[in-house]
């Protein structure tokens, strides 16, 4: 099993994504829904079509939702502490 399973990482090529997703600023469903934070898209040139457009290449996403600041100017940084999916 281990030497199949040096086989197959040697014949992986790493893919750099050409925008900057900080760790929590992404989070999807695995479905093709994806959430991206404003500070994200922003950080990144603020081009939403360019970064739905690398989302769908990169990730599958079918349909990208970005989330808002909250309330009083706070930083929305990790979106992935306010919500997980359940099945």
Do not use: A, H
Request: glycine share 10%.
């Amino acid at each position: 099993l281990l030497g199949f399973l040096r086989e197959q990482m040697s014949s992986i090529v790493p893919v750099r994504v050409p925008i900057v997703l900080n760790g929590g600023d992404f989070y999807t469903d695995g479905k093709g829904i994806g959430y991206i934070s404003t500070r994200t898209v922003l950080s990144n040139g603020g081009n939403w079509e360019d970064i739905k457009f690398i989302l769908k290449e990169y990730f599958g996403v079918e349909n990208c939702i970005i989330l808002k600041c909250l309330p009083d100017d706070i930083i929305l940084l990790y979106i992935d502490i306010f919500f997980i999916f359940l099945q």
